[in-house]
């Protein structure tokens, strides 16, 4: 990685004002962009976090087509599991792990879907940036503190 001196200069800045917001009161989550600037967003303006225990998608429509599957899911498993009730048998008691999973996943997904669709219509009209992938390590960002990929200024 190439050290870019005004880049980091643009990235104190917007880490002054992030703190300066949150010490407002507001609340404000510090990300990268897609394009590695960081960015200071407002808390409305961020959907879900791609990459943090959830799954690995990054956009609204497609966590929308997992809670399709996982509704798939749910409907075939119900249907596997009183099949057996119709002919006259025990039901199929396997199927009520995949039933609880996929009827757990599917309103979650639904959930996620709608607060990504929601942020990113509150990210194009405000005109910032889209978020990116991984955290932020707040202790690199203070202010005069080295970074391990700044040169040493001691030459």
């Not at 600037?37 to 429509?61: K, M, N």
């Not at 609880?100 to 990210?123: H, K, M, N, V, W």
């Not at 889209?130 to 200024?153: A, F, V, W």
């Amino acid at each position: 990685m190439v050290y870019d001196r005004e880049r980091e200069r643009r990235n104190d800045a917007v880490y002054a004002e992030h703190k300066r917001a949150v010490a407002a009161g507001e609340k404000r989550v510090l990300r990268r962009t897609s394009t590695g600037e960081l960015h200071s967003y407002p808390g409305d303006e961020i959907g879900f976090t791609p990459g943090r225990g959830q799954a690995q998608v990054s956009t609204w429509w497609g966590m929308g087509i997992l809670m399709v599957i996982s509704g798939i899911a749910f409907i075939t498993m119900c249907w596997l599991f009183q099949r057996p009730l119709w002919e006259g048998e025990a039901p199929e008691w396997g199927a009520l792990w995949p039933i609880g999973l996929s009827g757990f996943f599917t309103p979650y997904a639904f959930i996620l879907a709608r607060d990504e669709y929601r942020a990113t219509q509150l990210r194009k009209r405000r005109g910032s940036p889209k978020p990116g992938t991984g955290s932020i390590d707040i202790d690199l960002l203070e202010l005069g503190q080295k970074s391990p990929d700044r040169p040493d200024t001691s030459r």
